[in-house]
């Protein structure tokens, strides 16, 4: 409870985590309108399933680790450190407020996307069904992630660039900025040994309809393998955070 009030106590921030996602989605979805090769399908569909990946990486991964440089910053993880509060409670208290943040983010992009653009929610219920099994992996995956990496930042200051660097090269290697029928093999090999291509693939596999599955890399929407991949990178995201997280900030000589 007392993450959440202090996130959206910050309402600047709130917006910007909110909306930046579906500008992006809009103004994708508005240059690329024209229907996917062979298909009936619009970019803009394309790009509004898929751009629920990013509005998780966005929360989870960029604005989980920066939060946390600031916080080992300006002392509060010391001040924590002195109270019975373990580094495992405090993971899942961040897993909690970026599983909130981030179902709010998804239901304002499909929003943008029926309204806009045509995207058709599912009535099938095995569809929702991924998307409850989808959507908690992505989660904990790129927030323990998130912590993780909010080690590698020196300050507060560096940490934005170096958490955006290879949030923002995954979206268009994974192909959520870019269709991913578009992209070479090469990338789209990098591509698969980490979540967001798996996150990507995953959500279009709930919004778009079946004959899309061809357009992906292997031909099909591959859900054991996306399970598979996104419960691989809880286990990696979970032992990085134990292996590398700090209290305080590193001492500089």
């Known amino acids: 409870m007392i993450e959440l009030k ?4 910050q309402k600047d921030a709130v917006i910007f985590t909110f909306a930046f996602p579906a500008f992006l989605t809009f103004m994708l979805g508005t240059i690329y309108d024209e229907p ?3 298909t009936d399908v619009t970019m803009s569909q394309i790009f509004a399933a898929g751009m629920i990946a990013y509005g998780i990486l966005s929360t989870a991964f960029i ?3 920066v939060g946390i440089s600031v916080d080992r910053e300006d002392g509060t993880l010391k001040r924590l450190r002195g109270t019975p509060v373990t580094a495992g409670a405090y993971f899942i208290g961040k897993i909690i407020l970026v599983a ?4 709010a983010e998804t239901v304002l992009l499909l929003a943008v996307g029926v309204l806009l653009f045509d995207v058709e929610l599912p009535t099938d219920p095995a569809r929702w069904l991924t998307f409850a099994w989808l959507l908690p992996l992505s989660i904990v995956s790129c927030t323990l992630l998130g912590i ?3 080690s590698l930042a020196r300050s507060a200051k560096s940490a934005p660039a170096v958490l955006n660097l290879p949030a923002i090269g995954l979206q268009f290697i994974s192909g959520i900025f870019v ?8 990338m789209v090999q990098v591509a698969a040994f980490f979540p967001v291509k798996w996150m990507g693939q995953g959500f279009r596999s709930v919004f778009l309809p079946d004959s899309m599955a061809a357009q992906e890399a292997a031909g099909a ?4 393998m ?3 991949v996104l419960g691989a990178w809880c286990v990696i995201g979970l032992v990085l955070c134990l292996v590398t997280f700090r209290w305080t900030e590193r001492r500089t000589r």
């Open 226 to 228: 996306t399970a598979l």
């Open 36 to 38: 996917a090769h062979g």
């Open 100 to 103: 909130v943040a981030a179902i």
């Open 148 to 150: 993780a990496a909010s």
């Open 221 to 224: 929407w591959e859900h054991g």
């Open 179 to 186: 269709h991913i029928a578009a992209l070479p093999d090469a």
């Open 6 to 9: 202090q996130f959206f106590r």
């Open 63 to 65: 604005s989980m680790g």
